[in-house]
């Protein structure tokens, strides 16, 4: 059964880069079935999508996240990983790694990690 | 890109049926059939409920339902549970290639 675990630092300083990766178990990353993607949720707020990835490198973007994120994928260790730089107390949220099925273009996030709590203070 | 427009709030009585509704524009709910519904548990991961505009996938209750007219597409649950009370998103694909979601709508069964 497919698994998804965020892990990564849970204090991040403001104005430094946030960097969490996704270690995806029980399948391949590299399947052209499927895009990776980044989803976060401030505390107590709804969800926002950060971006997605396909297994060649392809990516796509929040357009109000774009300038600040980075989404990479290495299929050599069967992960993918994001980095938001610049961050700031508003970037505080629990993060969430998600597979979406490329056949409902990258809507359909049918699996997900547990999420990770990353807080942005000094 | 803005966030997809839900009612902050619903409820419903065991055994009654609810529908919550998520208002989109002509560049992503109302371009393709391409929204999910997602439901969530206090401090847990989100959960795929319904995706393509009405589709379930397997596992998930025929009491959830979901449908689309124009820029508005509706999730309905029939048949209340106490273990419904949850939040639920709404999330759509766009016309500039990006996902976006809804606010979010918190389920309360009396």
């Known amino acids: 059964q497919l698994q998804l675990q965020e892990s990564g630092p849970g204090l991040v300083k403001p104005s430094e880069t946030l960097s969490l990766t996704c270690s995806v178990s029980g399948g391949s990353i590299s399947t052209s079935s499927y895009f990776w993607g980044w989803i976060r949720q401030p505390p107590g707020k709804g969800l926002e999508w950060i971006g997605s990835?396909?297994?060649?490198?392809?990516?796509y973007y929040n357009p109000s996240l774009k300038t600040r994120v980075t989404i990479s994928v290495d299929t050599s260790k069967n992960h993918f990983s994001l980095k938001l730089s610049s961050v700031t107390a508003a970037d505080t949220a629990v993060f969430y790694c998600a597979r979406a099925d490329v056949d409902t273009a990258m809507v359909r996030f049918d699996a997900w990690g547990q999420g990770t709590l990353v807080t942005v203070s000094s | 890109q803005s966030a997809l427009t839900q009612p902050a709030s619903v409820s419903g009585s065991p055994g009654q049926s609810i529908s919550i509704s998520c208002t989109g524009t002509s560049s992503d709910v109302g371009a393709y059939n391409y929204v999910s519904w997602y439901q969530q548990h206090p401090g847990k991961a989100p959960k795929l409920m319904i995706y393509d505009v009405s589709y379930r996938p397997s596992g998930v209750s025929n009491r959830f339902s979901g449908s689309k007219s124009g820029n508005t597409a509706s999730l309905s649950i029939s048949g209340l549970q106490a273990e419904d009370e949850a939040d639920y998103y709404c999330?759509?694909?766009?016309?500039?290639?990006?996902?976006?979601f809804g606010g979010g709508t918190r389920l309360t069964v009396l």
């Open positions: 999330s759509s694909y766009t016309t500039i290639t990006t996902v976006v």
């Open positions: 990835i396909y297994y060649s490198g392809k990516t």
